[in-house]
């Protein structure tokens, strides 16, 4: 078991760079075609900031600050761009096995790089945004600071926690393509339960608020957008949520010794069914 769990690392190492190479093409060919290419992949996400902007910081609130003073919109931002990077990253993901069908039936390929070349793909791009909204945060007079360091510990934990799901669904949906129907439809649920465009004290109003902000806790990824708000607004540092901090690495460590079992249970199966 030990083995298997040190396989994915291992095979990361010795094709780094073909990864890194496979990432950059994999950019390139998303958009081939397109008379604007790769711009399309950031004019998108803009958009997506802007109507929720519109629909939840202006026509519902007036354009008033989240419940601790924070202008809506950079609360909003500090929330939604790593949501859009887990979101991208998941989607690609889960995808890459039937999209490099041709690769998964070499028999001299090493298939477990593929939704590493689809995670690093969309990390370009979330890169791009976590610049965006350091920028947008400095317009509105909160400049870069020391705690902005600790945006790229949540950057990794992202990464992980996609690659613990994405090895579960991109081998299952292999053989279940109703797969990416299910992850699509748990990701607009998601949105709202993490909550990325809604603030967790709204509960505080409520007898039964304390029960919920903690079943809503239990979701991994609150933990990362908590974590991006904590760096660009609240500053504090991770290990001051202690609780939280020790949940998320035992669902991670429990989700990819899980996903690392079924992707290694199924992929002796790929090329049959592709």
Same mark, same amino acid.
């Given at each position: ?163 613990? #799901? %994405?090895?579960?669904?991109? $081998?299952?949906? &292999? !053989?279940? @393509?109703?797969? +990416?129907?299910?992850?699509?439809? /748990? ?65 991670? #460590? %429990?989700?990819?010794?899980? $996903?690392?079992? &079924? !992707?290694? @249970?199924?992929? +002796?199966?790929?090329?049959?069914? /592709?």
């Amino acid at each position: 078991m030990l083995k298997e769990l040190c396989t994915l690392p291992s095979a990361l190492y010795r094709n780094r760079r073909l990864v890194k190479k496979m990432a950059k093409n994999d950019l390139k060919s998303r958009f081939a075609g397109s008379y604007f290419g790769t711009v399309w992949a950031f004019i998108q996400p803009i958009v997506t900031i802007l109507v929720y902007y519109f629909v939840f910081g202006i026509a519902m609130r007036g354009g008033a600050a989240s419940g601790d003073g924070t202008p809506f919109v950079l609360y909003l931002v500090s929330g939604i761009v790593p949501w859009m990077y887990f979101q991208e990253g998941l989607v690609n993901g889960t995808n890459a096995f039937l999209e490099y069908s041709y690769l998964v039936k070499k028999v001299v390929f090493d298939i477990s790089v593929l939704p590493v070349v689809k995670l690093l793909s969309a990390l370009v791009i979330h890169l791009f945004f976590v610049a965006f909204a350091m920028i947008l945060f400095a317009c509105y007079g909160y400049y870069p600071n020391i705690y902005y360091l600790e945006i790229l510990y949540y950057m990794i934990c992202i990464f992980l926690l996609i690659l613990a #799901i %994405v090895y579960t669904t991109s $081998s299952v949906i &292999v !053989f279940f @393509r109703d797969m +990416g129907q299910i992850v699509s439809i /748990l990701l607009q649920i998601g949105v709202w339960l993490t909550p990325v465009m809604w603030d967790l004290s709204f509960l505080n109003g409520y007898s039964w608020g304390s029960t919920v902000m903690r079943i809503l806790k239990l979701n991994p990824f609150y933990y990362i957008v908590h974590g991006y708000r904590n760096a660009f607004i609240e500053q504090r540092w991770f290990w001051e949520d202690k609780l939280l901090t020790v949940y998320f690495w035992a669902f991670l #460590i %429990v989700c990819y010794v899980f $996903s690392t079992w &079924v !992707f290694n @249970r199924l992929k +002796g199966h790929f090329a049959d069914v /592709l």
